[in-house]
């Protein structure tokens, strides 16, 4: 079973700043999604970016990027220019290409901006 | 607004007592799932379902029911409430072969078991 491990319970940042969060994940498939998803203090989950892993390019999504590194299984998501509004819960998550398509999340990284 | 609807937002139940979860979507997806998300734990899969008539167990089933009679309804049973199912539930759907769209989620129940 594939399992994903986000390292950082909790980390913080200068508004403005750059911050980068941590996420490895195993598998044996060599075809998967991997997502970041965000979950402010209204509960709602949104999606903030996607990646195939058979696209070697990076993800970007205005000020989020991915660093996805296949070999090591690690995918982390680079926040730039941190607004207040970047405050929140961070979920990475797996998908596998077949079967149910469950997603798999890790356990959070929560996020706080520093005005 | 298309998407997923959960009822309801907030509820208080007694040990022992049974409610169930209403979730509805509306794009006509396939796929639909029920997590729960404790404070530290990420969100665990309770159940899921590829469609109408069809379920299945995720990780962690147990004091959980679910039926799926039609593609828009995906309703999650609790019966005999514990205070271990004191949580926030996600109920979510997606369209199959859309895998790199991840999931529409709806905006969660967070019920407590007293």
């Known amino acids: 079973a594939q399992t994903v491990t986000q390292s950082q319970p909790e980390m913080s940042v200068q508004e403005a700043e750059t911050v980068t969060l941590s996420c490895t994940y195993d598998?044996?498939?060599?075809?998967?999604?991997l997502f970041w998803y965000k979950q402010p203090p209204s509960r709602q989950m949104i999606l903030v970016i996607r990646q195939e892993a058979y696209k070697q390019q990076n993800a970007t999504e205005n000020r989020f990027s991915v660093n996805f590194q296949k070999a090591a299984k690690s995918f982390s998501l680079k926040i730039s220019d941190s607004q207040l509004g970047d405050a929140a819960m961070y979920f990475c998550?797996?998908?596998?290409?077949?079967?149910?398509?469950?997603?798999?999340f890790g356990k959070g990284t929560k996020l706080t901006v520093n005005p | 607004n298309a998407g997923v609807t959960q009822t309801p937002k907030f509820r208080i139940l007694k040990i022992g007592q049974s409610m169930t979860l209403q979730c509805t979507q509306d794009m006509n997806h396939n796929y639909m799932y029920w997590y729960r998300q404790d404070p530290g734990m990420g969100l665990k899969l309770i159940y899921y379902s590829v469609g109408a008539g069809i379920t299945d167990k995720g990780e962690v089933p147990n004091g959980y029911n679910v039926s799926r009679s039609t593609t828009e309804d995906f309703p999650l049973r609790l019966e005999l409430a514990a205070p271990s199912q004191t949580s926030v539930y996600f109920c979510?759907?997606?369209?199959?072969?859309?895998?790199?769209?991840?999931?529409?989620f709806g905006s969660g129940t967070r019920l407590t078991v007293v």
């Open positions: 998550a797996y998908r596998s290409q077949g079967g149910s398509e469950k997603l798999v």
């Open positions: 598998t044996s498939e060599s075809d998967y999604y």
């Open positions: 979510a759907s997606s369209y199959a072969g859309a895998r790199n769209y991840g999931y529409t």
